[in-house]
C-alpha cells in the first residue's frame, strides 16, 4: 500500500475562482499575505460566468456596476454586458493582479474539517490534501445546477442539458427542442433558440414579471471618454448605483411603490403578444418583485413566434422521446434544454463541511436553515469566513458590491488575528442568533416574503436565507471593520473573549 502525501500547509485556503475568490486572493496579497491557495474545480478563474455559456447569457445588472470597484471597466460594450465580456474581464484582471500563481484549477474539494488539536483546517480534494489555518468559501450561491425531479426524465434519449453546462456539441439548428422554467436564464435563451430551432416548447410553471431591457451600445466616443475623462466613470457607476439602490424599499419597505415598474411589465406584455390567450398565460399573479423581476426586449416577441409553443399544463412525464402534460398531451423533442435554476438554500458542499463537533454545516443548518454572522461566519466553525453566505443574495444589484464588502470584513478578521497573536476565531452563537432574529423579522415585510410566491430565495420551510433585505450601502456600513465582541478569539492554548483582551 502506498503512504498517502504528506498535506500541503497554508496559511489561508480559498474555495472557488469566480468574483468572490478572486476578490479574496487580491485583497490578501495587497495586505501582504502570500501563503495562500485558491482552489477550483473548473479549469479558469469566472465561476457562474465561465459556466454560463448558454445562448443570449448576458448580465441583468448594469455593466456600470458589474465590476470591481478597485478594477473598473470603460470598455463594455454595451449597458448590460454579454457573457464573453464579463468573463474576458475576469480573466483580465485575475492575469494583471499577479495571483494566478496561488491558482489551482481542476482541482474538486472533496471534505473540509476542522482540526480542533491542530487548530486547522483539513481540506480533501480530488488533488490532494491540504492543511489550512483559515478556510474561505467562495464556491457561489447559483453554481449548482438543479436538475428537476419529472417522472421519466432519466429515460430521455435525445440530448438533454442544463443551462449552465450547454453543450456546445450540439447542433440546434433545425431540431425539435423543449426548454423546461421560465426564469432569468430561460428567458435569455429562449429568444436565441427560436431564431434557430424547427419548434420550440417553453414549459412553464409560473409566470415572470419581465420589464423592457431599455439596453444601449457604447459609442466609441463614450468609451474614450468613460476611459479617460477623470471621474467620469465614478460619476457615472455612482449615478447607476444609486438609481438601484432607490429600488430597494420597494421590495423591502412598501411593494406598492413599484406600480409603475408593474404597469411597464403589463405594457411589454401587451407590445410582444398580440394573442389575448398568451397574453394571460404570461400575465403573473403574484406581486411584482416576489420573484427576480426579468428585463427582456425579445422574450415575449419569441413567444408569439409560430413556431413556439408556451405550455402551461403541468408536465406529467418525460418519455425517451417526449414531454407529456397532465391533460395527455404528448409532444415529441429532440433536445430538452432544463432552465431550472440552481440549490440555493440547501448548498451542497455544506455536506462536506464538517466543523468543531463534527457536525456538518448541512447538519447545522437542517431545521434553522442556514444562518450565519453577518453572512459570512458561522458557530462551531472557526476560522471558516463565507463570501455570497447565508442572506448576501440580492434584488435589486450587483453582487459584485456584496463580495468587496464581506472580503473587507474578512480582512480585518485576519489582521485582528494576526496583530494580536490569536489563533482561532469563532463566532458566538448568541451574537449570531441575534443578527438573525433582527434579519427575519425585517423579512417578514418584504414582497419575498409576503408577494404571494414561491422563489429560490425561500427554503423549505419557507424562509427566505438568501437574500439581505436592506440596502447594499447597510451592508457595506455593517461590515466596515471586524467586530471582536461578537466572537471568541482564542491563542493556542487558551481561549480568550473578545471583550476580556482584544487590542486591535
Ligand atoms: O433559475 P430560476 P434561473 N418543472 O430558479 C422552473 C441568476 N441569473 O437559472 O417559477 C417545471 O430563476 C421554475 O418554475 P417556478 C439570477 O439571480 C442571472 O433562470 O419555480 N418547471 C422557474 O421558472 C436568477 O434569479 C442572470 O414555478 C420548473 C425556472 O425553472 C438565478 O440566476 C441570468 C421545475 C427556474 O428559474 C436563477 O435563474 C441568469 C420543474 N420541476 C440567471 N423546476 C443574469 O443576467 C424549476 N422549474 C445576471
Same mark, same amino acid.
Given at each position: 500500500?502506498?503512504?498517502?502525501?504528506?498535506?500541503?500547509?497554508?496559511?489561508?485556503?480559498?474555495?472557488g475562482a469566480g468574483f468572490a475568490g478572486l476578490c479574496a486572493a487580491?485583497?490578501?496579497?495587497?495586505?501582504?499575505?502570500?501563503?495562500?491557495?485558491?482552489?477550483?474545480?473548473?479549469?479558469?478563474?469566472?465561476?457562474?460566468?465561465?459556466?454560463?455559456?448558454?445562448?443570449?447569457?448576458?448580465?441583468?445588472?448594469?455593466?456600470?456596476?458589474?465590476?470591481?470597484?478597485?478594477?473598473?471597466?470603460?470598455?463594455?460594450?454595451?449597458?448590460?454586458?454579454?457573457?464573453?465580456?464579463?468573463?474576458?474581464?475576469?480573466?483580465?484582471?485575475?492575469?494583471?493582479?499577479?495571483?494566478?500563481?496561488?491558482?489551482?484549477?481542476?482541482?474538486?474539494?472533496?471534505?473540509?474539517?476542522?482540526?480542533?488539536?491542530?487548530?486547522?483546517?483539513?481540506?480533501?480534494?480530488?488533488?490532494?490534501?491540504?492543511?489550512?489555518?483559515?478556510?474561505?468559501?467562495?464556491?457561489?450561491?447559483?453554481?449548482?445546477?438543479?436538475?428537476?425531479?419529472?417522472?421519466?426524465?432519466?429515460?430521455?434519449?435525445?440530448?438533454?442539458?442544463?443551462?449552465?453546462?450547454?453543450?456546445?456539441?450540439?447542433?440546434?439548428?433545425?431540431?425539435?427542442?423543449?426548454?423546461?422554467?421560465?426564469?432569468?436564464?430561460?428567458?435569455?435563451?429562449?429568444?436565441?433558440?427560436?431564431?434557430?430551432?424547427?419548434?420550440?416548447?417553453?414549459?412553464?410553471?409560473?409566470?415572470?414579471?419581465?420589464?423592457?431591457?431599455?439596453?444601449?451600445?457604447?459609442?466609441?466616443?463614450?468609451?474614450?471618454?468613460?476611459?479617460?475623462?477623470?471621474?467620469?466613470?465614478?460619476?457615472?457607476?455612482?449615478?447607476?448605483?444609486?438609481?438601484?439602490?432607490?429600488?430597494?424599499?420597494?421590495?423591502?419597505?412598501?411593494?406598492?411603490?413599484?406600480?409603475?415598474?408593474?404597469?411597464?411589465?403589463?405594457?411589454?406584455?401587451?407590445?410582444?403578444?398580440?394573442?389575448?390567450?398568451?397574453?394571460?398565460?404570461?400575465?403573473?399573479?403574484?406581486?411584482?418583485?416576489?420573484?427576480?423581476?426579468?428585463?427582456?426586449?425579445?422574450?415575449?416577441?419569441?413567444?408569439? !413566434?409560430?413556431?413556439?409553443?408556451?405550455?402551461?399544463?403541468?408536465?406529467?412525464?418525460?418519455?425517451?422521446?417526449?414531454?407529456?402534460? !397532465?391533460?395527455?398531451?404528448?409532444?415529441?423533442?429532440?433536445?430538452?434544454?432544463?432552465a431550472t435554476g440552481f440549490y440555493t438554500t440547501e448548498l451542497p458542499?455544506?455536506?462536506?463541511?464538517?466543523?468543531?463537533?463534527?457536525?456538518?454545516?448541512?447538519?447545522?443548518?437542517?431545521?434553522?436553515?442556514?444562518?450565519?454572522?453577518?453572512?459570512?461566519?458561522?458557530?462551531?466553525?472557526?476560522?471558516?469566513?463565507?463570501?455570497?453566505?447565508?442572506?448576501?443574495?440580492?434584488?435589486?444589484?450587483?453582487?459584485?458590491?456584496?463580495?468587496?464588502?464581506?472580503?473587507?470584513?474578512?480582512?480585518?478578521?485576519?489582521?485582528?488575528?494576526?496583530?494580536?497573536?490569536?489563533?482561532?476565531?469563532?463566532?458566538?452563537?448568541?451574537?449570531?442568533?441575534?443578527?438573525?432574529?433582527?434579519?427575519?423579522?425585517?423579512?417578514?415585510?418584504?414582497?419575498?416574503?409576503?408577494?404571494?410566491?414561491?422563489?429560490?430565495?425561500?427554503?423549505?420551510?419557507?424562509?427566505?436565507?438568501?437574500?439581505?433585505?436592506?440596502?447594499?450601502?447597510?451592508?457595506?456600513?455593517?461590515?466596515?471593520?471586524?467586530?471582536?465582541?461578537?466572537?471568541?478569539?482564542?491563542?493556542?492554548?487558551?481561549?480568550?473573549? !473578545?471583550?476580556?483582551?482584544?487590542?486591535?
Amino acid at each position: 500500500m502506498t503512504e498517502a502525501a504528506p498535506a500541503q500547509r497554508v496559511d489561508h485556503l480559498i474555495i472557488g475562482a469566480g468574483f468572490a475568490g478572486l476578490c479574496a486572493a487580491i485583497k490578501l496579497q495587497e495586505d501582504g499575505e502570500r501563503d495562500f491557495v485558491v482552489l477550483e474545480r473548473g479549469p479558469d478563474v469566472g465561476g457562474t460566468w465561465r459556466d454560463n455559456t448558454y445562448p443570449g447569457a448576458a448580465c441583468d445588472v448594469p455593466s456600470q456596476l458589474y465590476s470591481f470597484s478597485f478594477a473598473r471597466n470603460p470598455d463594455w460594450s454595451s449597458s448590460y454586458s454579454p457573457q464573453p465580456e464579463i468573463q474576458a474581464y475576469i480573466q483580465r484582471v485575475a492575469r494583471r493582479s499577479g495571483t494566478l500563481d496561488r491558482f489551482v484549477f481542476d482541482t474538486t474539494v472533496e471534505d473540509a474539517d476542522w482540526d480542533d488539536t491542530a487548530q486547522r483546517w483539513t481540506v480533501r480534494t480530488s488533488g490532494g490534501t491540504w492543511s489550512a489555518r483559515t478556510v474561505i468559501v467562495g464556491a457561489g450561491g447559483l453554481s449548482e445546477p438543479r436538475l428537476p425531479e419529472i417522472d421519466g426524465i432519466d429515460t430521455f434519449q435525445g440530448t438533454l442539458f442544463h443551462t449552465a453546462q450547454w453543450d456546445h456539441s450540439v447542433d440546434l439548428t433545425g431540431k425539435r427542442v423543449a426548454v423546461i422554467g421560465t426564469g432569468a436564464s430561460a428567458i435569455q435563451v429562449v429568444p436565441e433558440l427560436q431564431k434557430i430551432v424547427a419548434h420550440l416548447d417553453v414549459y412553464q410553471r409560473t409566470a415572470p414579471w419581465v420589464i423592457p431591457r431599455n439596453d444601449r451600445t457604447y459609442g466609441d466616443l463614450e468609451r474614450r471618454a468613460l476611459r479617460y475623462v477623470p471621474g467620469l466613470q465614478r460619476l457615472y457607476r455612482t449615478g447607476v448605483y444609486l438609481a438601484k439602490e432607490a429600488t430597494v424599499p420597494a421590495f423591502t419597505l412598501w411593494p406598492g411603490i413599484s406600480a409603475p415598474a408593474q404597469k411597464q411589465a403589463l405594457a411589454n406584455i401587451r407590445k410582444g403578444i398580440k394573442d389575448p390567450a398568451l397574453r394571460e398565460k404570461v400575465t403573473p399573479h403574484f406581486a411584482f418583485g416576489c420573484k427576480r423581476v426579468l428585463i427582456s426586449n425579445d422574450y415575449y416577441p419569441a413567444l408569439a !413566434a409560430d413556431n413556439v409553443d408556451l405550455v402551461t399544463d403541468p408536465i406529467a412525464k418525460v418519455t425517451g422521446s417526449s414531454i407529456v402534460t !397532465a391533460d395527455g398531451t404528448e409532444r415529441e423533442i429532440d433536445v430538452l434544454v432544463v432552465a431550472t435554476g440552481f440549490y440555493t438554500t440547501e448548498l451542497p458542499i455544506t455536506e462536506h463541511i464538517t466543523g468543531r463537533h463534527g457536525q456538518t454545516l448541512a447538519e447545522q443548518w437542517r431545521d434553522s436553515g442556514m444562518t450565519a454572522y453577518k453572512g459570512t461566519t458561522v458557530p462551531n466553525f472557526p476560522n471558516l469566513f463565507f463570501i455570497v453566505g447565508p442572506n448576501t443574495g440580492l434584488g435589486h444589484s450587483s453582487m459584485v458590491l456584496m463580495i468587496e464588502s464581506q472580503v473587507a470584513y474578512i480582512r480585518d478578521a485576519l489582521r485582528t488575528m494576526r496583530t494580536g497573536g490569536y489563533d482561532v476565531v469563532e463566532v458566538d452563537q448568541a451574537a449570531t442568533d441575534r443578527y438573525n432574529a433582527a434579519l427575519q423579522g425585517r423579512m417578514r415585510r418584504t414582497v419575498w416574503s409576503a408577494g404571494g410566491c414561491d422563489s429560490w430565495y425561500l427554503d423549505a420551510h419557507g424562509k427566505n436565507t438568501t437574500l439581505w433585505p436592506r440596502s447594499t450601502w447597510d451592508f457595506r456600513r455593517r461590515l466596515a471593520s471586524f467586530d471582536p465582541e461578537a466572537y471568541t478569539l482564542s491563542r493556542a492554548a487558551r481561549p480568550v473573549h !473578545a471583550r476580556e483582551d482584544v487590542t486591535a
